[in-house]
């Protein structure tokens, strides 16, 4: 009986280490002017990812970070501030949405938005009130638009 309770121990185990395992690596690349001509962009701008992925933010160009927008993050979700021209790495835990800036180029619309986990994000409609300039916001509405139609 002693050796079955190690068997499944040792199951429980590492089904727990595999689903870690399994975690993805996600990148989001910081330009002044993208792949497709846009000025000041993540690229992608919009990402879907699983509880417990990495998203890295690349500075694939200089004088960009990457940022988390209060209010826009998902209850018990941490805020994060990258260094401006470093890569940051953030794994998300929490299901929801998080809005993500770049504060030097926020008022000339460099965000993006990350979905994690799947159906309606729990914190849309809180992520979907707050304020933001202009350009933020126009690209910020298309994003939420994109995250709640998923």
Excluded: W
Excluded at 60 to 86: D, K, W, Y
Excluded at 107 to 120: C, N, Q, T, W
């Amino acid at each position: 009986m002693k050796s079955l309770s190690v068997m499944a121990a040792a199951t429980m185990a590492g089904l727990v280490f595999a689903g870690s395992a399994m975690a993805e690596d996600h990148q989001i690349e910081m330009y002044t002017r993208g792949p497709d001509g846009g000025s000041m962009v993540f690229v992608p701008n919009y990402l879907e990812v699983a509880p417990g992925d990495t998203v890295t933010f690349v500075s694939t160009q200089p004088t960009h970070n990457a940022q988390s927008i209060p209010g826009m993050l998902p209850e018990g979700a941490e805020l994060f501030t990258g260094r401006m021209n470093q890569d940051v790495s953030v794994t998300l835990t929490e299901e929801g949405v998080y809005g993500v800036k770049c504060l030097p180029h926020y008022g000339m619309g460099m965000v993006a938005l990350i979905k994690v986990g799947e159906g309606e994000p729990a914190n849309l409609e809180e992520a979907s009130g707050v304020r933001h300039p202009p350009l933020a916001r126009r690209t910020l509405e298309g994003l939420l638009a994109q995250a709640a139609a998923e």
